[in-house]
């Protein structure tokens, strides 16, 4: 079904994105996890709570319009919410159905990006990884690697250790262990199916893992307790500039009853 509704853009202040973020997890608005069974209303109740829904989007003021429910969407949302900002969050399906959904669940730090000298961003990596295994506990998780090596390979046992160690500095010892150094036989205790022949020894490191869809989830319901609004299989087909002066925009959206 289609509808069409009117969201107002309030005029940003000059200094609104320099405005620091509070920090510690007690002002930020921790991750939620909702770990509890919800029971699903009536169908009819939830048609009048997407109808509320989507008048309060129209009704309301807003300083953001985010479209897109994946991590970075959510992100954003969460983002402009901790600026004092009411930010509108329209998804097209379910929230973190896209790339967020199919990525590899790792919080890492950029171990790759040492090749290519990059160290900015392994440092600004491993420390977004150390904030977000302080604020969601919950969702993320330590992990361990074993890198094996075998005879032959561009990177030798030396060089993958260095490699480690210095991913490790630069992370400032953030709580994950120590990258350790295994001969052939030590490897063959840790992972006795690997495979046997040319193995020249391996590296343990540690990294980190969450659940993408849950942590994207989490973020948005963040964002919503600081004031944020979400939509979900709400998808944008058009906007329209009603006004410059009023920054009122028109914005054509296909509403899925179907997935009531």
């Avoid at 901790?82 to 929230?95: A, F, I, P």
């Avoid at 094996?148 to 400032?172: A, D, E």
């Avoid at 030590?186 to 980190?208: F, H, M, Q, R």
């Amino acid at each position: 079904m289609l509808y069409i509704i009117t969201i107002t853009l309030k005029k940003l202040r000059k200094n609104t994105i320099d405005t620091p973020i509070p920090s510690g997890i007690e002002k930020r608005g921790q991750y939620k996890k909702k770990k509890q069974k919800i029971k699903a209303k009536p169908l009819n109740q939830r048609k009048q709570i997407r109808m509320d829904q989507l008048t309060q989007a129209e009704s309301t003021p807003v300083d953001v319009v985010v479209i897109g429910g994946g991590i970075t969407g959510a992100g954003c949302l969460l983002n402009a919410s901790e600026r004092n900002l009411r930010g509108l969050l329209l998804e097209q399906n379910d929230y973190s159905s896209g790339t967020s959904w199919a990525s590899t669940k790792l919080i890492h730090g950029g171990l790759r990006y040492l090749e290519t000298f990059d160290f900015k961003l392994v440092f600004e990596s491993c420390k977004e990884r150390k904030r977000l295994l302080k604020e969601a506990p919950d969702l993320t998780h330590r992990l361990e690697f074993l890198f094996p090596i075998y005879k032959g390979q561009r990177r030798g046992l030396w060089t993958v250790w260095m490699g480690t160690w210095l991913y490790y500095v630069l992370s400032f010892f953030w709580n994950l262990g120590t990258p350790t150094r295994h001969g052939s036989k030590g490897t063959l205790e840790l992972e006795p199916e690997i495979e046997k022949e040319n193995l020249e020894g391996s590296v343990v490191y540690a990294d980190a893992q969450t659940s993408d869809s849950q942590l994207t989830v989490s973020t948005i319901l963040s964002a919503c307790d600081l004031g944020g609004m979400a939509l979900n299989y709400v998808k944008v087909k058009r906007i329209e500039d009603l006004s410059k002066s009023l920054k009122r925009f028109m914005f054509w959206i296909e509403f899925q009853e179907k997935n009531l």
